[in-house]
C-alpha cells in the first residue's frame, strides 16, 4: 500500500470512529403528548403528563425503557428519570402521570393514567425522552434515544412550540419525521372536558398487565 492510501485509510477510520449512528425514526412507541402545565395558576390539570402510543402492529413492552426530563436549561434531570413498566397493545396509549411534592392548586385530576413517578415539567420550555436503558441522552435523535421532543434546545432537528399552563403538545399523526416543529402541534384544554384520545380505550384495547403506580397497587387507573 502505497503512502497515499495509508493516509486515505486513516483518515476514512478516524472519520467513521467519529460518526454518531443515527437511527430511523420511531414506528413503534412514540411520545405523543407532553403537558407541562400542571398544579401551576390556572392550570387546566392537577399533574403534568406523558402519553406514550404504540403505532406499530405488534404489542410493544416498555420494560427496559425510560422517560428522561429535560429543563428549561437544556440539560437533562437525572434524579427524575423513571423506569417504565408494561406494555401498550398495537395503537393503543400509556399514560404517564408526573406526580409533585405538593400541590399548590385545585386544578382536575387527569381522567385516566397507567403509571405515576415524581417529574415536575417545565410549562413552556421542556424535553422528554424516551430511551433503551436508564443512561440520558448523549444525542437527540439515535443512539439510545426511541423517541424525543423538546421545546427548548433538546429537540428533534426543530423544537415543538406553543406548550403552556392550558395547552399540551400532541402529534399531528402516528408518523414520525424526526423533526419536533413539524410532528407536533397544541391542544387548548379549556376546562378539561375536552375529548383526549385515550380515556375512551376499552379494556380490550390493552393487553391483560398491570401497569406499575409507583405509591400503590399494581393496577390500570381509570379515574
Given amino acids: 500500500m502505497c503512502i497515499r492510501d495509508k493516509l486515505f485509510a486513516v483518515i476514512l477510520a478516524l472519520t467513521l470512529s467519529n460518526t454518531q449512528t443515527v437511527e430511523a425514526?420511531?414506528?413503534?412507541?412514540v411520545?405523543?403528548?407532553?403537558?407541562?402545565?400542571?398544579?401551576?395558576?390556572?392550570?387546566?390539570?392537577?399533574?403534568?403528563?406523558?402519553?406514550?402510543?404504540?403505532?406499530?402492529?405488534?404489542t410493544q413492552s416498555l420494560d427496559g425503557l425510560y422517560l428522561h426530563k429535560g429543563t428549561a436549561k437544556d440539560k437533562w434531570y437525572g434524579s427524575e428519570k423513571v423506569a417504565l413498566k408494561g406494555q401498550i397493545a398495537p395503537g393503543a396509549y400509556f399514560i404517564f402521570r408526573g406526580e409533585q411534592p405538593r400541590y399548590n392548586t385545585n386544578a382536575k385530576e387527569l381522567p385516566r393514567y397507567d403509571q405515576s413517578a415524581i417529574m415536575q415539567i417545565a410549562q413552556s420550555k421542556f424535553a422528554i425522552a424516551l430511551t433503551k436503558g436508564p443512561k440520558a441522552p448523549s444525542q437527540t435523535i439515535g443512539g439510545n434515544v426511541i423517541d424525543?421532543?423538546?421545546?427548548?434546545?433538546?429537540?428533534?432537528?426543530?423544537?415543538?412550540?406553543?406548550?403552556?399552563?392550558t395547552t399540551s403538545i400532541v402529534r399531528k399523526s402516528d408518523k414520525d419525521t424526526d423533526d419536533n416543529s413539524f410532528d407536533f402541534t397544541t391542544k387548548t384544554?379549556?376546562?378539561?372536558?375536552?375529548?383526549?384520545d385515550y380515556v375512551n380505550e376499552t379494556d380490550d384495547s390493552q393487553p391483560a398487565v398491570s401497569y406499575t403506580h409507583l405509591r400503590a397497587h399494581e393496577t390500570r387507573h381509570d379515574l
Fill in 25 to 29: 425514526a420511531s414506528d413503534t412507541v
Fill in 31 to 58: 411520545i405523543y403528548e407532553v403537558y407541562g402545565g400542571g398544579d401551576s395558576n390556572g392550570a387546566v390539570y392537577k399533574y403534568d403528563y406523558v402519553v406514550l402510543k404504540n403505532v406499530s402492529d405488534t
Fill in 148 to 165: 424525543l421532543v423538546g421545546t427548548n434546545s433538546l429537540n428533534e432537528t426543530k423544537p415543538a412550540s406553543g406548550a403552556n399552563k
Fill in 189 to 196: 384544554h379549556n376546562d378539561g372536558s375536552e375529548p383526549l
